[in-house]
Structures are given as structure tokens and as C-alpha cells.
């Protein structure tokens, strides 16, 4: 089995992304050989980072969790909204804690979310820039989600058939970039 984190890297009232989020872990734990964790920062309310977690005496509520399950994962998907040109500072808050390599030859599949017509590629770059430099291996396929509020009715259903082919298509690239990565 593969253990396999999808982040979902939203904590906004009313957030899109995370929709995309449960249908690529949806994806996901459809695959027999794959056993699927959905990591949802809004679970994690996280104070602004004052020193990394290897330098604390004390952690923050759901930090050891937190970090341990991206460690122990063989693959992570990281599905974030793009804002303001850039990933949310929420998300780059938690990654800021994390101890140096903790993503070391792990396979990163990025996937953005936008209400705007260019799906998130600004914040694609930033992902996978940080990627690099938690040590994990951002691979070159991605999915950049352009006009959210298109895909999505108010529950989550997916309107759009082609969001699954393309999610499909991303987690089986995705998938092959595990399996040789990891033992
Ligand atoms: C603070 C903020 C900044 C945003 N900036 C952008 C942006 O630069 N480009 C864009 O396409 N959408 C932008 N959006 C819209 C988001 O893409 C939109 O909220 C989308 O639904 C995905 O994020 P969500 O998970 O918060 O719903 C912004 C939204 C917020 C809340």
C-alpha cells in the first residue's frame, strides 16, 4: 500500500478548493493499492510561526500530528487556492514550521484552485519552489483549476465531467511517479 496525504490548503468561510480537494482524495482512495489521508488545514488553526517546530519546547495543537502524517506519506497532492497572486499565507504559515527535508524525494503533485481565469499558475510556481525546498520532488504534470464557482454546485457536486478526466489523468501520472520513488 502507498500512502498517499492530500493537503487541502483552504481555510476560507465558504472555500471552493476544498471541494477539489475531496474529489481528488475521492480519486484517490478508489485505487486498491493506495491508502488515502484528506489533511485539511482548517483543522490545524495554526498561530503565525514564531520559530520552526524543531526549535520549539512546546508545540502548537495538532502540529506533531500534523507533521507526522505529510512525513509518513510516500506521495502528497497539494491542492491550495490561489490568492492574490500567490498561495494563502495560512498554507504558507504551516509549511514554515516544518522541519528542513521533511518532504525528502517525495513525489508533490500541485493543484490550484482559482474563481479567475488563469487557474492559480502564480501560485503553482510558489508550490513548487516550496516543494524544492522541503526536499520533495514537485512532478511536472498539475491541474490549474480556472472558474471554481463553474465546477462546483452549492454541495460539491462536480458539474463538469471534464474535471474528473483531468484529476483522473493527474492522480495516475501522479501515482507512477510513487511507485518508482518509493519502495
Ligand atoms: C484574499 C483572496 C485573494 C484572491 N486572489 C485571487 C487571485 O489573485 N487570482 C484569482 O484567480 N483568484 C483569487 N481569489 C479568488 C479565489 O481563487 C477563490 O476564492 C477560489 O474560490 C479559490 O479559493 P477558495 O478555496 O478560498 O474558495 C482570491 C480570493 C481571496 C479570498
Redesign the pocket.
Known amino acids: 500500500m502507498k500512502k498517499i496525504v492530500v493537503l487541502s490548503?483552504?481555510?476560507?468561510e465558504?472555500?471552493?478548493?476544498?471541494f477539489?480537494a475531496q474529489e481528488i482524495y475521492g480519486i484517490l482512495t478508489s485505487q486498491a493499492h493506495v491508502e488515502a489521508t484528506l489533511l485539511d488545514l482548517k483543522s490545524y488553526p495554526f498561530p503565525i510561526m514564531e520559530k520552526r517546530m524543531n526549535q520549539m519546547d512546546e508545540l502548537p495543537d495538532g502540529m506533531q500530528l500534523f507533521s507526522d502524517t505529510l512525513f509518513q506519506a510516500q506521495g502528497i497532492v497539494i491542492v491550495?487556492?490561489?490568492?492574490?497572486?500567490?498561495m494563502?499565507g495560512a498554507l504558507k504559515n504551516a509549511l514554515d514550521y516544518l522541519n528542513p527535508q521533511i518532504f525528502k524525494r517525495i513525489p508533490l503533485a500541485i493543484v490550484t484552485?482559482?474563481?479567475?481565469?488563469?487557474?492559480?499558475l502564480?501560485?503553482l510556481s510558489q508550490l513548487r519552489g516550496i516543494g524544492l525546498a522541503l526536499g520533495g520532488v514537485p512532478i511536472p504534470e498539475k491541474l490549474c483549476i480556472?472558474k471554481?464557482?463553474e465546477l462546483f454546485d452549492d454541495n460539491g457536486e462536480v458539474l463538469q465531467e471534464s474535471f474528473k478526466t483531468k484529476s483522473s489523468d493527474l492522480i495516475n501520472s501522479f501515482l507512477w511517479y510513487v511507485d518508482r520513488l518509493s519502495s
Open positions: 490548503g483552504s481555510i476560507r465558504g472555500r471552493k478548493s476544498h477539489v491550495s487556492p490561489e490568492y492574490k497572486n500567490g494563502p484552485v482559482s474563481s479567475g481565469g488563469f487557474g492559480g502564480f501560485c480556472s471554481v464557482n
